[in-house]
């Protein structure tokens, strides 16, 4: 009877010990299951990028890029995306020489680099930007011809009074040669002319506060820049509106473009489909002064060549 019972007892263990291991197993693949489906969730929403890039150039695109970066990383905290100035052609030859992940620019690859450069680079537009001649508020004016802007920027005019403004000297505040903001006004704002030499600045923020605080002073921004600290000029009548953008109307602006060495691949990629996404292109690029490209009714080649859409 006793050994029964011994036998009894070591059968009701056996049974409890496989009762708890096939629910602990239960447990483990319950986590496992729970730890994929997270993991999958995760993926889904863009969460699993990580490493880290960098995108250097165009100080008219670098607004937007910086925000959309901050936002990108908030919601994909093991990645890094650092973004720079310097200018479009700095981005162009940062991105061709592989010292950069990604190269910002006002203009296409073929107005900065060689033919063998810029055809490594694949071109990336993410969006319009219109650009404009400002002016200190105390020269009181509002509108130029462009006749005017020539030769207000090529030296010629040196008065404002000659243009129907305040009796004061005009003060040039150019930007660099490797400046794409520059290289887009010259060729659609001054049709080509060269500017006569002036202060010459870097960042288009520092731009704004010299001509925000210098009396006579005239520069160009892109609009993405204007906060009301400064005036912003009509060309022929026409104001550097989205509407008048996007029919062509007003001619001063540009793509913006995000240049890789050859297709994007890893966080670069998944940094510019983001660029590209509806969280970026229907709230981000409006909200800080750019142009969605599809809102454009026309195109324009690196040729300067318009055609309609």
């Given at each position: ?259 890789t060495k050859g297709e994007a691949t890893g966080l670069a990629k998944d940094f510019l489909d983001y660029m590209l996404s509806d969280e970026v292109q229907k709230s981000l690029v409006v909200d800080l002064g750019y142009i969605p490209s599809t809102d454009m009714k026309i195109d324009r080649d690196a040729s300067g060549n318009i055609?309609?859409?």
């Amino acid at each position: 009877m006793v050994r029964r019972f011994k036998v009894l007892g070591l059968l009701i263990g056996v049974v409890l010990l496989m009762a708890v291991a096939a629910g602990c197993g239960g447990n483990t693949a319950d986590q496992q299951g729970e730890q994929s489906q997270g993991q999958e969730q995760q993926e889904q929403q863009g969460g699993g990028s990580t490493g880290s890039i960098t995108a250097v150039g165009s100080s008219a695109l670098q607004p937007l890029v910086e925000e959309a970066a901050k936002q990108f990383m908030a919601s994909n905290p093991e990645a890094q995306v650092v973004v720079q100035g310097g200018g479009s052609g700095t981005g162009l030859s940062q991105v061709a020489s592989g010292a950069s992940d990604i190269g910002n620019s006002d203009v296409f690859a073929e107005e900065k680099l060689t033919p063998e450069e810029a055809s490594q680079l694949v071109d990336h537009k993410v969006c319009v930007v219109g650009m404009a001649a400002v002016v200190n508020p105390d020269v009181k004016v509002d509108n130029l011809t462009q006749q005017q802007l020539i030769d207000i920027f090529t030296g010629k005019i040196t008065n404002w009074k000659d243009v129907g403004g305040a009796d004061v000297k005009v003060q040039l505040v150019n930007r660099p040669s490797s400046s794409g903001t520059r290289a887009t006004f010259k060729a659609y704002a001054l049709n080509g002319a060269e500017e006569a030499q002036g202060i010459e600045q870097d960042s288009s923020g520092t731009v704004r506060k010299i001509i925000s605080e210098t009396p006579g002073a005239i520069g160009y921004l892109a609009l993405s820049y204007l906060d009301g600290s400064v005036t912003t000029l009509k060309l022929d009548g026409v104001e550097p509106s989205e509407e008048n953008i996007a029919t062509g109307e007003y001619p001063v602006w540009a793509y913006e473009h995000m240049y890789t060495k050859g297709e994007a691949t890893g966080l670069a990629k998944d940094f510019l489909d983001y660029m590209l996404s509806d969280e970026v292109q229907k709230s981000l690029v409006v909200d800080l002064g750019y142009i969605p490209s599809t809102d454009m009714k026309i195109d324009r080649d690196a040729s300067g060549n318009i055609t309609n859409k």
